[in-house]
Nanobody, 125 residues
């Protein structure tokens, strides 16, 4: 299984970026997908998730309204649209596939068994 995240880069505060995560080696439409991020010196945190066919999305409260997750199962790709970026959004962003069914559909980080390598987003103020 490979999850290849891309689209990161340097952006000014208030700007936008769209991250992509291309999946291979798995039946993509069978997996709920999540986005996570890890800022320098901090623990990895949940950004949000999208259900198998895109009918449901989940976001952590602090990011609602600025971040949007979508997916295209025909392209085996999940996206993270980030708007109104702030300096505190600076982090490495990871996509992941949920492999555990122990809890609700979006679960927590420990329930995601396949991870991409991450893409760095730097927001300058």
């Amino acid at each position: 299984v490979q999850l290849q995240a891309s689209g990161g880069g340097l952006v000014q505060a208030g700007g936008s970026l769209r991250l992509s995560c291309a999946a291979s080696g798995l039946t993509f439409s069978r997996y709920n997908m999540g986005w996570f991020r890890q800022a320098p010196g901090k623990e990895r945190e949940f950004v949000g998730a999208i259900s198998r066919h895109g009918a449901s999305t989940y976001y952590v409260d602090s990011l609602k309204g600025r971040f949007t997750i979508s997916r295209d199962n025909a392209k085996n790709t999940v996206y993270l649209q980030m708007n109104s970026l702030k300096s505190e959004d600076t982090a490495v962003y990871f996509c992941a596939a949920k492999t555990s069914t122990n809890s609700n559909w979006y679960g927590g980080p420990h329930e995601y068994g396949y991870w991409g390598q991450g893409t760095l987003v730097t927001v300058s103020s």
